[in-house]
DNA sequence: ATGATGAATGACAGCGCTGTCAGCGGCGCC
DNA sequence: GGCGCCGCTGACAGCGCTGTCATTCATCAT
């Protein structure tokens, strides 16, 4: 079978790719390639009698519609993309989870890339991404890099930035105020009648979140504890991680013995600080009480079952579903802040 | 500004995209479109006054490279795509950075997709990303529908098939025996003294890998307990969650109240059981004893700390990106198929 | 019967790149 | 001095689709 038929001359294209293209199914089909591609599209566009003649011919052929194609002739490529900080433990999966969701019911598809909480990586990967023209983009958290935000803004496509908040953001921004968070809960420890608390989170990081958990904290106390100081571990090069908080535990009873509340930036940490304190023998909250963030789904088996922040994790990523399809549907339209809140889960652990 | 340059036909392009080609950049650095093509994509190729007269070009106008027209006109995207079950709890969190890690060093992307343990869905998801062209595909899992399988051998691409193991994989195959694992821990309990175990898995989806440790604990226990019950519970719709695992301890309890050994198919609902254990006062392992699957961090600071198996997670990733790479460098590589192993870990809890 | 409408289809250029080939000048070698 | 060689460059076609416009034909009101 190397030999060139006789009836056609040998002229085979340069790079044949060897896949189905759209013309031979037209071919196939009977119709021209532009009715082949109403069809795959737009039914509605082309006769009956043409639509089956193209999906017979479809099915016989195994076509797939070449995207690269498809995005190059319109100028739109079916995707979103989404930039996280990780997804082990995440807190995120639940967002892409809904976000996915949202856009494939749509027909868009989600690409994915992970900073490991670096801006520096952040901008990287938005630069990789730009090049596959997605139709808009989801950031988690509204701290990037100058050149970063610079990008966003010239790709002239749905930008929204989601678990955070700001004032100035690139386009849209779904979240809450991670601030506030920290805040509402040194109100309820402080009304539980605890008067020394100790702030845990990994700072160490560029994580912005946890930053603003700190601030938020640091407002708190100096607002309803005059003259307190404000205590705050980091968990380092322990990171955010189960062990971090059994780390936690031993750190303020070390450094802070005083200290009758640990309140951490994140379930995890609080999962194994009451994990430690078990271990220890230590009563939770008798002598130390612990707070968490994010209400994770273990948090209401632990024992005591842990007081924390529920976070609106999986409606952030509906909502900016939403939000992208809007905008991509209508570019002219206002950009959007979305404040989604939050809520104090109030349980046993403090 | 609407009306049309005197000097230039008023032939503005029909679609004009609006942002900067490379035909743009080539005419501000005085030099031909193919040199600018290769100065990005291989500056060797080209010399250094060239080299330095387009990067000026590039950074002056912005210029970010169209991956569609370059995917189009090579006929390769850059990319890798990956379907697995899930993002929540995931134990393929670990095997995706891994797996990014080893491509994006390799300046390739990653597409990722979620089946949420549905094989139907997964070959939608199949076939919406072959349409994007990707280099090459990872999998969760090595039972698909075979449409799915039929697509994925008609690509002409390298799968890798993962966390599962058969003998008739569509391509490559990296990772471990789960039966194998689970008759592992059977042995071990065996060993330890219990005679009457339990399994416990999410057995109405379609997750094979649950199936294949459901197998695993029934041949075992055929073999070293002959005569005993093969006792199976199913979390059905309590799906895979610490839920599901307090839900077990209850389950076990009172529809086995003989059975000395609870067999987790997961570390998370081994998690929920201890953690209902706890609530109950009731004695791990003295009064039941868990194992799990998995070996999530958490399992090692519970009280008391999970028997569980460690499952070769990163390396999953890794090796799979490693020989996705291989193979697109060199299409015509024999297929491989990489039987990791997996790590019973003796803890306390069995 | 006639023109006006609209549905369905086809022709064609072009989206923004890359592979391929040809051409250019400078160099070492016989 | 002529030859081949090599490094570098540019011209050009074409990857597989879609937007746009032109065309056809049946349908309808006049």
Redesign the interface.
Known sequence: MTDAEPSAPPRLTR?N??TVTLDEVAALAGVSPSTVSRAIRDPEQVSLAAYEAVMRAVDET?Y??????S??AS?R?GTVAAVMP?????VF??T??AL?AELSAAGV??????SGYDEAREEQIV???????PDGIVMVGASHTEGTRE?LR?A?IPVVETWDWSDDPIDCIVGFSNRDALTAIVEHIVEAGYRHPTFAGWLTGVDSRARARRDGFEDAVRRLLPGEPVRVLDTAEHGI???AG?WLLGQVREQHPESDVLVCASDIFA??AI??A??RGLAVPGDIAITGFGDF??SR???PALTTVQTPDDLIGRRAGELILERIADPDAAPVSLDLGFTPIVRDSA
């Open positions: 790079r790719t060897g195994n797939v519609p070449n995207r690269a194609a995005n190059l100028n490529s990780a997804m082990s433990y995440s999966a639940d892409v989870h996915e598809q989600l690409f994915l890339g992970t630069r990789a991404f730009l090049g596959r023209r990008m010239r002239r991680s189960v062990e059994a999962t194994g994990l430690e078990q271990r789904e273990i088996h632990l024992h």
